[in-house]
């Protein structure tokens, strides 16, 4: 296989969708190993989690194929986005044909937070978190808003960030470090409430 790891995530599923059969391989090598202990973790079930991984992959890869891949995210978020409905679907026809029973076990995995889907009231409250939080971002320092940006919307690691702002990666820590603490004020002033 030639040198893909160096590639981003965007530029493997970018060169898979043009032909380039080993950019998937480099992508199912990448996450393959945390996919399959997600999966694993929710479902307790070896044979189970097997098949829900090769299914998300295959999903992936019609997806891919298709041009039906959207780019505004994380593909490993979507891959994780992926597993997640095919557990719920899973689990749905399972306990629909009765084959699947949790009285056997303290351990329910039917009642998982993370399982469930979001009501229309945790859509919107989420909506309104995110656009409280923007306005509290958009008072603080540019410095402090830049870093915080580039950590969480951009997704880029502090090395990242130290390089792009040319100063040293302690200073970038710092400035997050400021930009969340002046965050949790403007929140208590404004009494304003950042979770669900």
Known sequence: MRNLQRLSDQELVTAYANGDNE?????????????????????RDRDLS????????????????????NDMGK??????????????????????????????????????????????????????????????????PDVQREVLNLRYYRELSFKEIAELTGVSINTALGRMRYAILNLRRLAKEKSVCLTR
């Open 75 to 140: 593909f490993s978020a979507w891959l994780y986005r992926i597993a997640r409905n095919l557990m719920v679907d899973t689990f749905r026809a399972q306990r629909n044909e009765g084959s699947l029973s949790t009285d056997d076990t303290d351990y329910d995995i039917l009642n998982r937070r993370e399982l469930a889907e979001d009501t229309i009231e945790d859509v919107m409250v989420d909506l309104q978190i995110e656009e409280d939080l923007r306005r509290l971002i958009d008072e603080l």
């Open 23 to 43: 950019a998937f391989d480099a992508l199912l090598l990448r996450h393959k190993t945390r996919l399959f202990n997600y999966i694993f973790q929710m479902v």
């Open 50 to 69: 097997d098949d829900i991984f090769q299914e998300t992959f295959v999903k992936a890869i019609t997806t891919i194929k298709q041009g039906r891949y």
